[in-house]
C-alpha cells in the first residue's frame, strides 16, 4: 500500500512557474505525475523509475521536471514556462512494479496508487 499527497498545486500567469509535490509513505520503483482536464482521460506527463530515468511528454518536454528525494520519500514536478493548456487536475502515482513500460509509454495502466490531485490553473 502507497499512500500520496499532492500538494503545490494552484493558480500562475503564462510563462510563469509552480513546483508540484507529492508525499509518499513509501517510493516504488516508479513515480509518475499524470494530469486531467474534465471530461478527457488522465494523461501522463512524466515518469521517474528508481535509478533516475526519466520520461516525459511531448507537450511538457523542456518545460516540467521530476525528481525525487528518497530519504524524504517526496517527489516533484517543476512547472515552468507554464501555459493556458497546462490547466489541469495534477495527480501524483506509484508503480510498484517494473517501470521499463511506464518509462516508455508513461501509460496509467501499472499505476495502483494514486493521490486525490492538486489543480493548476494558467491564465493569459
Known amino acids: 500500500l502507497v499512500d500520496l499527497v499532492e500538494s503545490g498545486g494552484g493558480s500562475a500567469q503564462t510563462g510563469g512557474s509552480l513546483r508540484l509535490s507529492c508525499e509518499a509513505s513509501?517510493?516504488?520503483?516508479?513515480m509518475g505525475w499524470f494530469r486531467q482536464v474534465a471530461g478527457n482521460q488522465r494523461v501522463g506527463i512524466a515518469v521517474?523509475?528508481?535509478?533516475?530515468?526519466?520520461s516525459y511528454a511531448d507537450s511538457v518536454k523542456g518545460r516540467f521536471a521530476i525528481s525525487k528525494d528518497n530519504a524524504k520519500n517526496i517527489f516533484y514536478l517543476q512547472m515552468n514556462s507554464l501555459q493556458p493548456e497546462d490547466t489541469a487536475m495534477y495527480y501524483c502515482?506509484?508503480?510498484?512494479?517494473?517501470?521499463?513500460?511506464?518509462?516508455?509509454?508513461?501509460?496509467?495502466?501499472?499505476?495502483?496508487?494514486w493521490g486525490r490531485g492538486t489543480q493548476v490553473t494558467v491564465s493569459s
Open positions: 521517474i523509475a528508481n535509478d533516475g530515468t526519466t
Open positions: 513509501r517510493i516504488t520503483y516508479c
Open positions: 502515482a506509484a508503480n510498484p512494479f517494473t517501470c521499463l513500460d511506464s518509462i516508455e509509454t508513461l501509460a496509467s495502466r501499472n499505476f495502483g496508487y
